[in-house]
């Protein structure tokens, strides 16, 4: 069945089984201090208030959390709120705690004591909201404990992510809906700023929302004005810093794509005089946070950063946000320029369109698609995995190390075997603890007497001792004291809650078990790969949309909201074809690449001369320079040629290497649109 969306979608008659919003009301007025309703908000929370499952596609400032923060006060039990963004849920947290709301978040940044307390109110029903990522329901105690919880809400934010039509697929959301109904959740509500129709149609079907009771407010904001200026690679600095010097002051995002665009970038607007700083996620935690608080106080800030930086930013009087680069998707576009202007005064984003940025977004979309061969050798592993009658227990990093396949990647196939019902995911588990003692070991052992302090000489004589750590498998240790692994666990979570050592938990397994095994390994194969290679097609295409709509012959804002489903009635009147008299804006043609035929001929060798190189797509990612876990571990990137066609499109070095013939290497962008 199609559906189709429209922007705020009716709702159905109300019945006698509708709840009043007037309860929601007191509470936006007294305890967020809001006198109306944001567009869309009331309608989601009469929806939720109920009893009914509801989405919410709301531009990126449109006030999607209070959905679920005023009717997590109104219903009687815990609302479950789902983030992949740890800074989301802190601030988040920060704003509710203020308010005097009861919330908490379970996140990996959490000590013992703090998970132990943060469980403890849970379960006493202290808790009005809490936070949790995706991946914390693969743990076991986890969803036992959330079991015995009253889960008035489940709501789902980033729900594009459940979508393989969406720009951000996660394979731990598409088990999400399965969790909700697990731990009995009474009503679902699925959030995101950017979902397609065909995405909302996922969303909806995934979490079992009814249709009309999925709301979509409009992308569109009067206040942004949205410009495309072609621009040729060797111009975009001194263009950068033009624009950054010229119009209406305030803070600014330059978004750029690879984290050492971000630090030239920056440098370069420093020696300019621009208060400008880098932020990507290769920096320290406390660099990052130094660099978004200083942000958030400052009025004239220039920020560079990859897309690291902006989720959960709640800043409202961003004037512009300039991609230096081009933007992967219009969802990222979409998302990003939704940043500037929230306060509602006119805002500046304009996208320097430099066709050659294509070369790159294009060949990182083609390296994370594995051989075929790496997924049958894949398969064959986890075949060889089940003959044990005990549970595989699988280390995700070892797996794509062997097969040479991205860890997401090896998460997702994995994910795709479990859906269509051949593997079962257990609670993930530690091979290994690293300990340090705090006072000495015999000092520790002297407040134990008898058979308990016996059976902790023994974990710390089978502990193998480093020069500050000890290092102890739990296997091995739960073997030889003829113990089960949870009394080790047990005991060296007591003694480091009692202060006497520090633990770290290390070698993560995730245990499997098959339900049933394919009929046919080679076919399962294929159709995995066909699956990861329409991936790689989605991506390509989401890439050649940007292109369309910076050279588009029409309202570029109208294209871009029609994209999201909304139909915009006229002309915005302030993007760059209104502006320009309603005319097409000219890109510049992608700079001629050459291929070196006397590197392609040294490189033909290789696939016989090193063994990790010797299917056409590993040669490939290793000469246009895409890294993979084999080149990695292989210490390939430092041969000479690694790299040497990283100017190359992907797709025509690997026709090359295939030893298919030749189209003509010239980066291929469609301009005439």
Not at 94 to 116: H, P
């Amino acid at each position: 069945m199609t559906r189709t969306f429209h922007s705020e979608s009716p709702a159905p008659p109300l019945d006698v089984t509708d709840a009043p919003t007037h309860p929601a009301r007191a509470v936006l007025a007294e305890t967020f201090g809001y006198g109306e309703f944001r567009p869309g908000q009331e309608k989601v929370i009469g929806h939720l208030l109920a009893g009914r499952s509801a989405a919410a596609v709301f531009p990126t400032g449109g006030g999607k959390s209070l959905c679920y923060q005023i009717p997590a006060l109104l219903l009687p039990g815990l609302t479950l709120v789902v983030s992949p963004l740890i800074a989301l849920m802190k601030d988040q947290i920060d704003q509710l705690t203020r308010r005097g709301v009861a919330a908490g978040r379970l996140d990996s940044t959490l000590s013992w004591d703090e998970v132990r307390a943060l469980m403890d109110n849970i379960r006493q029903g202290n808790l009005r909201l809490l936070y949790v990522a995706p991946e914390r329901f693969n743990n076991e105690r986890f969803r036992e404990a959330i079991s015995r919880v009253q889960v008035s809400l489940f709501a789902v934010d980033e729900a594009h992510c459940v979508s393989e039509w969406g720009h951000n697929f996660r394979p731990d959301y598409l088990k999400l809906a399965a969790f909700g109904k697990l731990c009995g959740a009474e009503r679902t509500l699925a959030l995101t700023a950017t979902a397609t129709p065909k995405v909302l149609d996922d969303i909806c079907r995934g979490f079992d929302i009814a249709p009309e009771c999925a709301v979509r407010t409009g992308f569109h904001r009067e206040n942004l004005t949205l410009r495309f200026t072609p621009v040729q690679a060797a111009d975009r600095d001194a263009l950068l810093r033009e624009r950054l010097t010229s119009g209406p002051p305030g803070p600014t995002i330059v978004y750029v794509t690879l984290q050492k665009t971000a630090e030239d970038v920056a440098e370069a607007l420093i020696r300019a005089g621009l208060p400008a700083l880098a932020y990507h996620a290769g920096l320290e935690d406390a660099q990052r946070t130094r660099v978004q608080d200083w942000f958030l106080e400052s009025k004239d800030a220039v920020v560079v950063a990859t897309i690291a930086f902006g989720m959960g930013i709640d800043k409202s009087d961003i004037r512009k946000v300039v991609h230096y680069n081009l933007p992967k998707s219009l969802e990222n576009l979409a998302q990003e320029i939704g940043r500037a202007g929230r306060d509602g005064q006119p805002a500046i984003c304009e996208i320097l369109t430099c066709t050659d940025d294509l070369l790159a977004l294009q060949n990182f979309a083609y390296g994370d698609t594995p051989d075929l061969d790496a997924v049958r050798s894949l398969l064959a592993d986890l075949a060889r995995s089940s003959e044990s009658p005990d549970a595989m227990e699988l280390s995700l990093y070892d797996l794509s190390a062997r097969h040479d396949i991205r860890m997401l990647v090896v998460r997702t196939l994995l994910t795709y075997l479990e859906l269509d019902g051949y593997l079962k995911a257990g609670t993930p588990i530690y091979a290994e603890y690293e300990l340090r003692p705090l006072v000495a070991i015999e000092e520790i052992l002297s407040r134990f007497a008898g058979e308990r302090r016996e059976f902790l000489r023994g974990i710390f004589q089978q502990a193998r001792k480093a020069k500050i750590w000890h290092h102890l498998d739990l296997e091995t240790a739960s073997q030889a004291l003829r113990a089960p692994r949870d009394r080790l666990i047990r005991a060296l979570d007591y003694l480091a809650e009692q202060g006497l050592l520090e633990l770290k938990a290390a070698g993560l397994r995730h245990p499997y078990r098959w339900l049933r095994q394919p009929d046919d390994l080679d076919a399962m194969a294929q159709s995995l790969h066909q699956r990861t290679l329409e991936r790689e097609t989605r991506e390509i295409a989401r890439l050649d949309q940007v292109l369309t709509l910076a050279a588009h012959d029409g309202c570029q804002t109208a294209f871009l909201a029609e994209h999201f489903g909304e139909h915009l009635p006229h002309p915005c009147g302030h993007c760059s074809w209104c502006e320009n008299g309603e005319k097409p804006t000219p890109l510049f043609p992608p700079t001629p690449v050459h291929l070196d035929e006397v590197s392609l001929r040294r490189s033909a060798s290789l696939r016989r001369e090193i063994k990790d190189l010797s299917s056409p797509r590993a040669l490939a990612r290793f000469l246009t320079g895409l890294p993979s876990p084999r080149l990695t571990r292989g210490k390939l990137k430092s041969h000479p040629l690694f790299g040497a066609f990283a100017h190359v499109p992907f797709a025509e070095v690997l026709r090359r290497v295939e030893g298919k013939e030749e189209r003509g290497l010239t980066a291929v962008v469609k301009l005439d649109r």
